[in-house]
């Protein structure tokens, strides 16, 4: 019973995320996107386990949740080089993130 609960709540989530989308401002003003654009719906697609449509929308955003998920726990945990690690996190991934839209504005 709990698993239909489960199932049934998820679908109702995606619904409701799906219709409930927050429009970038930035490609609002400019036309142009963003280096955030598609995480939403990456992020829907990652919900619902499609990985392989998760990653062409948006590359970043399984290392941006870990990213997020990381800091959570160094935060919570008290773990002696928590900033040295941190900071090495946010530059990879905001590299991996900047690569990824860069890509994507020139090669897309």
Same mark, same amino acid.
Request: hydrophobic letters at 50%; aromatic letters at 16%.
């Given at each position: 019973?709990?698993?239909?609960?489960?199932?049934?709540?998820?679908?109702?989530?995606?619904?409701?995320?799906?219709?409930?989308?927050?429009?970038?401002?930035?490609?609002?003003?400019? /036309?142009?996107?963003?280096?955030?654009?598609?995480? =939403? @719906? $990456? !992020? +829907?697609?990652? #919900?619902?386990?499609?990985?392989?449509?998760?990653?062409?929308?948006?590359?970043?955003?399984?290392?941006?949740?870990?990213?997020?998920?990381?800091? /959570?726990?160094?935060?919570?945990?008290?773990?002696? =080089? @928590? $900033? !040295? +690690?941190?900071? #090495?996190?946010?530059?990879?991934?905001?590299?991996?993130?900047?690569?990824?839209?860069?890509?994507?504005?020139?090669?897309?």
């Amino acid at each position: 019973m709990f698993i239909i609960f489960t199932f049934c709540s998820l679908i109702n989530l995606v619904d409701w995320l799906q219709n409930h989308l927050i429009p970038c401002p930035f490609k609002a003003l400019t /036309g142009i996107d963003c280096p955030g654009c598609g995480f =939403q @719906r $990456s !992020f +829907i697609a990652l #919900i619902q386990g499609d990985l392989s449509k998760s990653w062409s929308l948006y590359p970043p955003t399984i290392p941006l949740l870990f990213l997020f998920i990381s800091a /959570g726990l160094l935060y919570k945990l008290q773990v002696k =080089q @928590r $900033s !040295f +690690i941190f900071r #090495i996190l946010v530059i990879v991934i905001g590299n991996f993130v900047m690569i990824s839209y860069l890509h994507k504005m020139f090669f897309s």
